[in-house]
């Protein structure tokens, strides 16, 4: 099992910008890929972005691609989502998820954290 904390959300003006941390423990070695998700009211929880460990693969959602950048610190077991020219539409509930293989959907993650709110206001 593996165990995500994330941190780092909050209120924010659009234009501005926030980093969000996910920080992983227990049964790191299982895990290839990290993600992060987010979940707007009403709607289905949907790919932001994702990395691997060795940073070899990074890929974006076409809605963040330029605003968004994902990075990780492997002595720290924590992976980073550093969030400029924030919109309104961004506002979600952020989750840091972890898998075995490259994905993009929810189910190919069995690996969650509990969730970060970020609001965007205009």
């Known amino acids: 099992q593996v165990q995500l904390v994330e941190s780092g959300g909050g209120l924010v003006q659009a234009g501005g910008s926030l980093r969000l941390s996910c920080t992983a423990s227990?049964?790191?070695?299982?895990?290839?890929?990290m993600a992060w998700f987010r979940q707007a009211p009403g709607k289905e929880r949907e790919f932001v972005a994702r990395?691997?460990?060795?940073?070899?693969?990074?890929y974006y959602a076409d809605s963040v691609k330029g605003r968004f950048t994902i990075s990780r610190d492997n002595a720290k077991n924590t992976v980073y989502l550093q969030m400029n020219s924030l919109k309104p539409e961004d506002t979600a509930v952020y989750y840091c998820?972890?898998?075995?293989?490259?994905?993009?959907?929810?189910?190919?993650?069995?690996?969650w954290g509990q969730g970060t709110q970020v609001t965007v206001s205009s």
């Open positions: 227990g049964r790191t070695f299982s895990t290839v890929v």
């Open positions: 990395i691997t460990w060795t940073g070899g693969s990074i």
């Open positions: 998820a972890a898998g075995p293989r490259l994905s993009i959907v929810v189910a190919g993650y069995p690996n």
